[in-house]
């Protein structure tokens, strides 16, 4: 072998690494900017998914407490029918019973038909919604990998 051809040779190595050079420069810089997208993803999403979490978590324990209110509310018209059945076989006393009975249980009532009330079905739809909003990003994000 000659020095012409182990120049050649030589100057053949040298642009096959400045072309692999290259090419693991792009590389770096596309992980780079994947990296940067994933990044401002969960910085914008994150916030977005827990604020939706805690708006809906807010909104079930509303429902939560409505639906303990309603129970009790149960509780206490089972009460009203044993009392009224009672009052009933119990003739003498029937009148007096009854108006007892109901005016014990019409404000429970009352306090478990308000509060069923000021539960707020929009904001609870609208949590449910912005958490549906949240999560399909997410899920579109994630089969990128699988």
């Known amino acids: 072998m000659n020095t012409e051809d182990t120049r050649e040779l030589l100057e053949k190595i040298a642009a096959a ?3 692999q050079n290259r090419l693991l420069q792009i590389a770096a810089a596309a992980c780079c900017g994947l990296f940067l997208v994933i990044a401002l993803t969960a910085l914008i999403l994150v916030p977005r998914a827990v604020r939706t979490l805690g708006q809906a978590d807010e909104a079930v324990a509303q429902l939560q407490e409505a639906v ?3 129970r009790d509310a149960i509780g206490g018209i089972t009460s ?3 009392t009224a059945e009672s009052s009933l076989n119990e003739t003498s006393g029937l009148v007096k019973n009854a108006n007892k009975v109901l005016e014990d249980n019409a404000e429970g009532l009352s306090e478990v038909i308000e509060n069923f009330n000021s539960v707020d079905f929009d904001h609870l739809n609208k949590a449910i919604s912005d958490l549906s909003d949240v999560v399909q990003p997410l ?3 994630a089969k990128m990998f699988g």
Request: aromatic residues 8%; glycine residues 0%.
């Open 80 to 82: 009203l029918a044993d």
């Open 139 to 141: 899920a579109e994000f």
């Open 17 to 19: 690494e400045t072309k």
């Open 68 to 70: 303990t209110e309603a």
